[in-house]
């Protein structure tokens, strides 16, 4: 089972920053925190990916408290082609992560 | 990064019989794995393949059912075997390589549409 908890679902307007956030209170020191999306009808992508420090990409930041135990994705300016289901995944990192374990993830539904 | 191609995008399929779907990878890479997405659900791994030895199957996947191949370190197939409605899924074929900052990234075909009449 997925060790991550996300809402199920979130709004953003167009243009506004979308703030998707993931709880993973029983995150083990190794244990990274990734990000994938999914749109409809997609395999997932990949976002970003964190330890313990703050991220960022040219997709996303990913804000990662000091405890470890939640984080927020930031997409600076949504747009519609973000709307997709998010997941907020704990994984060994390292130099090999093998499996994936998905939760619900939280559909994000950007609107004009 | 790695680019993912799957065969077939989509198909249609009686029941009882067996579907191949392959997995092309376009660089080598060591670790390779088959999840299915049921739907309206989230994904859940089959097994993982590593060339050169057996697949490993979660819980609930058996060989029987879900034989995989592995011949090199650019190609996979999963064929879903004595097919069921209930085997109606998108199954998708992911691959470990180097992303940015030389970080193992996941990365994932856009997946096999199955429905099973």
């Known amino acids: 089972d997925a060790k991550t908890t996300q809402p199920p679902s979130m709004d953003c307007a167009e243009g506004r920053a979308a703030n998707l956030p993931c709880n993973h209170s029983?995150?083990?020191?190794?244990?990274?925190v990734y990000w994938y999306r999914q749109i409809h009808s997609q395999g997932p992508q990949y976002i970003i990916h964190g330890l313990k420090n703050n991220e960022t990409n040219e997709m996303a930041s990913l804000i990662i408290t000091e405890d470890r135990k939640s984080s927020t994705l930031i997409l600076p300016h949504a747009t519609l082609r973000d709307t997709a289901v998010y997941y907020c995944?704990?994984?060994?990192?390292?130099?090999?992560?093998?499996?994936?374990?998905f939760g619900q993830g939280t559909i994000l539904t950007v609107h004009p | 990064s790695a680019v993912i191609s799957q065969k077939p995008s989509r198909d249609i399929c009686q029941r009882g019989t067996s579907l191949t779907i392959q997995c092309q990878v376009d660089?080598?890479?060591?670790?390779m794995f088959w999840y299915r997405q049921q739907p309206g659900q989230s994904l859940t791994l089959i097994a993982t393949?590593?060339?050169?030895?057996?697949?490993?199957?979660e819980s609930g996947f058996v060989i029987d059912k879900f034989p995989i191949s592995r011949p090199n370190l650019t190609f996979s197939t999963l064929t879903v075997s004595n097919m069921s409605p209930e085997d109606s899924s998108i199954y998708l074929c992911s691959v470990e390589a180097l992303g940015r900052g030389a970080k193992n990234i996941q990365y994932f075909g856009a997946g096999t549409r199955l429905s099973v009449l």
């Open positions: 660089s080598q890479v060591t670790m």
């Open positions: 393949a590593n060339q050169g030895s057996e697949a490993t199957y």
């Open positions: 029983t995150i083990s020191g190794n244990e990274y």
């Open positions: 995944i704990e994984s060994a990192g390292g130099t090999s992560y093998g499996k994936l374990t």
